[in-house]
């Protein structure tokens, strides 16, 4: 693994260096003291290197400007902020560019993680088509209605952090941003946050303000012209999975992660619907012909479907695992390793997802994770949710 490290303190560079050398793993690590030489340093071998980990506030070009231009130039490389200057101007403005935030003090082991983690995150991709667009990301399509509800309350000054919360956790790409800035170290926390209305209890609503109206990262302008598919249609059944699934889970302790698994379970459809729209409405098309799963069709048209581009995204912004991996397999639950047969956030995702969807649920698979005849039980509470 190849990273770039760049700070303007060469004595920082140094004790980065010490560090991964006392780690196990094979670190390739360079250095770099300005933003003008780290860019240098990339366009010589720009395929060789897999991280970029850059300190905000340095003279010249700043770390913000210098994430921008490898954003631009090279997509595919992760992008990851190291610094001690947790002003939010700045991260309002790495927000876009950034896909991960760490604060100094961090720790070889943080450090280590965190890397490997997003790195790791390639073995969910088999396309380098989709990993390159995923790293071009920088906002995505939220729903008008709910953009200008968010747009309209923050103007309120009689609104509460409980209020924006509501309107955030119907959208899911506002859900998955807020959760993204939440969770990196630029706004530190004791434990993850899961829950979209604790995130903006814990931000504020100046940050969500500055976050959603002044860093541009949703966009609630933009539109998706798909023959059979709506970003409208995609958030209503993102939150009826949401409520359902929240109603299966086995362990209610899981109910809030379980929630955010839902809402942002088909961000990956808004990725490829958004980025790569000509294959993707090529992918409906070939679904709608052949009768065939929707994700079946983007992986012969793409190479990947949306829960793995999904997956991908959230993992690279630091969401936590569980979730990642549920909305990778939101498909396929079978796929994820298992130490004993009990109901884990992916499955009850899968079975919500498919009850809304009308897909068929194996007593095989039901027993696989000790539901076995649980089927009409969840038919009820479906028809229950329905009802209401």
């Known amino acids: 693994m190849k990273i770039l490290f760049v700070d303007d303190d060469p004595n920082i560079l140094e004790a980065i260096e010490r560090m991964l050398f006392s780690m196990p793993g094979n670190?390739?690590?360079?250095?770099?003291?300005?933003?003008?030489?780290?860019?240098?340093?990339?366009?010589?071998?720009?395929?060789?290197?897999?991280?970029?980990?850059?300190?905000?506030?340095?003279?010249?070009?700043?770390?913000?400007?210098?994430?921008?231009?490898?954003?631009?130039?090279?997509?595919?490389?992760?992008?990851?902020?190291?610094?001690?200057?947790?002003?939010?101007?700045?991260?309002?403005?790495?927000?876009?560019?950034a896909h991960q935030f760490l604060s100094k003090p961090c720790s070889a082991e943080q450090l280590v993680k965190t890397i490997e983690r997003a790195t790791a995150l390639g073995s969910l991709m088999n396309s380098p088509l989709i990993a390159g667009v995923i790293g071009t990301i920088e906002k995505l399509p939220?729903?008008?209605?709910?953009?200008?509800?968010?747009?309209g309350a923050l103007t309120d000054p009689g609104v509460t952090p409980e209020d924006i919360g509501a309107i955030l956790e119907r959208d899911p790409a506002m859900s998955a941003k807020i959760l993204q800035l939440v969770n990196s170290s630029f706004f530190g926390r004791p434990r993850k946050i899961t829950s979209v209305r604790n995130a903006v209890v814990h931000l504020g609503t100046k940050v969500i303000k500055n976050l959603a109206l002044a860093a541009e990262v949703f966009?609630?302008?933009?539109?998706?012209?798909?023959?059979?598919?709506?970003?409208?249609?995609?958030?209503?059944?993102?939150?009826?999975?949401?409520?359902?699934?929240?109603?299966?889970?086995?362990?209610?302790?899981?109910?809030?992660d379980t929630f955010l698994a839902g809402m942002v379970h088909e961000i990956g459809t808004i990725v490829l619907a958004t980025c790569l729209t000509d294959k993707f409405e090529a992918s409906v098309a070939l679904a709608g012909a052949h009768a065939m799963p929707r994700f079946a069709a983007e992986r012969e048209v793409m190479g990947i479907s949306h829960a793995e581009a999904g997956g991908y995204l959230l993992g690279l912004w630091g969401l936590p695992?569980?979730?990642?991996?549920?909305?990778?397999?939101?498909?396929?639950?079978?796929r994820v390793k298992r130490q004993s047969p009990v109901m884990e956030i992916v499955d009850a995702l899968y079975i919500a997802d498919s009850l809304i969807s009308g897909d068929a649920i194996s007593d095989e698979y039901l027993e696989s994770i000790g539901q076995a005849g649980a089927l009409p039980e969840y038919l009820a509470i479906a028809e229950s949710l329905e009802a209401a």
């Open 142 to 151: 939220s729903v008008p209605r709910i953009y200008q509800q968010l747009a």
């Open 321 to 334: 695992c569980p979730i990642v991996e549920a909305v990778a397999n939101h498909h396929e639950p079978m």
């Open 219 to 256: 966009d609630g302008n933009q539109t998706i012209a798909v023959p059979g598919f709506s970003i409208e249609s995609l958030q209503e059944d993102a939150l009826r999975t949401s409520h359902l699934a929240c109603r299966i889970i086995a362990d209610q302790k899981l109910a809030e």
């Open 27 to 97: 670190w390739n690590v360079r250095t770099a003291t300005s933003g003008g030489a780290a860019l240098a340093i990339l366009r010589e071998s720009p395929d060789s290197f897999d991280v970029v980990v850059s300190d905000m506030r340095m003279p010249g070009m700043d770390g913000a400007t210098l994430l921008g231009h490898v954003h631009e130039e090279f997509p595919s490389i992760i992008r990851i902020v190291l610094s001690g200057y947790t002003e939010v101007g700045a991260a309002m403005r790495a927000v876009p560019v």
